[in-house]
Every structure is written in structure tokens, then in C-alpha cells.
């Protein structure tokens, strides 16, 4: 049984090194999705609030009209808004454009889910891990070893939290630019749709 318990031990020890290593990639992996978040926090403010207003002013014509005038901030919707006016004839192929955009914004708010869940799971392992050591050190009396081993198991606490917390807020605001993005499209396209029907 000790043979076990000490191949357990010597397995989870060595696993701390890759916990770490996977911790540090994916803070660093959280603090780009934290700069383009940003990027993309400005493009919003400068197209998305001038688009919603000229809808709500009834001028969605216009707003069509005018998309080349937003190319110069890059925008998903600005992208897609192009798509639907290009193919305003095709009703099967309006469709797909909404599908596409529902499929292109679930891989977007994967990279934050991934970061919600991975975080704080690397966080606990690093945790854990360092945790037996440092039991050890104190039932030896080794009271520097247990230190070192308890500065590691809280570090890899507090980052794996950050990363989790980077993961969630971003999620929590893309999902409603998501939903904000797609309802401009579904009344473009549902606009297109009545006009047809009209003539």
C-alpha cells in the first residue's frame, strides 16, 4: 500500500511544474484577451451606439447606405452588415449570414468560457500539490520548506483566480455585445424580408 500511496505522491509532486507553466500561459493568454477586449470596447463605442441610433431614428436605410463610412473602426457587425447588403436578394443565403455570425460569436465567448473554468481548476491544483510537502516539512520540523511550499500553494491560488475573473466579466459583457449585435441584424434582415414581401 505505501508503494501506492508513494507513486500517488511522486505523480502529483511532479505535476506542479506543468500546473505552473499552464498557469503563467494562460495569464498571459487572459492579460491579450484584456487588450483586445479593450479594442474592441472603443470600436463598439464609436459604431455600434451610432448604428443603434440611426435605427432607432428610423434611418436604417441610410445607416446601409453608409457602412463604408465605419470601415476605418474594424467591427464585426460593420463585416457582417456588409455580407447581409450584399446578398439583400438572397433570403436563403440572409439566413446563413445570421447562422455564421451565431457560430463565429460561440467561438469568441469559448475563449472567455475557457478561461472561467481552466483558471481556477489550475488554481486549485497548484494549491493542492504543494500542500503535501508542506505537511511534511512541518511534521519534520522543516518550517522554511513548509513556508515555500505554502508561498507556492497561494500564488497559484490568487492567479488562477485572476485568470477565472479576467474570463468571466469578459464573457459576461461579450455575451450582451453578442445579443446587442444580433439584434441589429435580425431586424436588417427582417426589414429586407417585409420590403420584399411589400413589392
Not at 511522486?10 to 498557469?23: A, E, N, R
Not at 519534520?140 to 468571466?168: E, K, L, P, R
Request: proline residues 3%.
Amino acid at each position: 500500500m505505501d508503494f501506492i500511496t508513494n507513486i500517488l505522491y511522486w505523480l502529483s509532486t511532479g505535476l506542479l511544474i506543468p500546473v505552473t507553466i499552464f498557469l503563467i500561459y494562460y495569464l498571459l493568454r487572459s492579460l491579450i484577451l484584456v487588450g483586445s477586449f479593450y479594442g474592441t470596447h472603443i470600436s463598439r463605442n464609436k459604431v455600434n451606439v451610432k448604428l443603434n441610433r440611426q435605427i432607432n431614428e428610423g434611418k436604417a436605410e441610410e445607416m446601409m447606405a453608409g457602412l463604408e463610412n465605419n470601415t476605418k473602426h474594424p467591427s464585426h457587425l460593420i463585416e457582417y452588415l456588409l455580407r447581409i447588403r450584399s446578398h439583400s436578394n438572397d433570403s436563403i443565403m440572409l439566413g446563413k449570414i445570421l447562422g455564421d455570425y451565431e457560430i463565429e460569436s460561440a467561438k469568441e465567448l469559448d475563449r472567455s468560457k475557457l478561461l472561467v473554468k481552466i483558471g481556477p481548476m489550475l488554481g486549485l491544483m497548484g494549491t493542492l500539490i504543494p500542500m503535501g510537502p508542506a505537511l511534511v516539512g512541518l511534521a519534520t520540523g522543516d518550517v522554511a520548506s513548509m513556508a515555500s511550499n505554502m508561498q507556492v500553494a497561494f500564488s497559484t491560488t490568487v492567479v488562477g483566480i485572476i485568470i477565472g475573473a479576467v474570463g468571466f466579466i469578459t464573457l459576461q459583457i461579450k455575451q450582451r455585445w453578442i445579443a446587442d449585435d444580433m439584434n441589429i441584424l435580425q431586424y436588417i434582415v427582417e426589414s429586407i424580408d417585409e420590403k420584399k414581401h411589400e413589392n
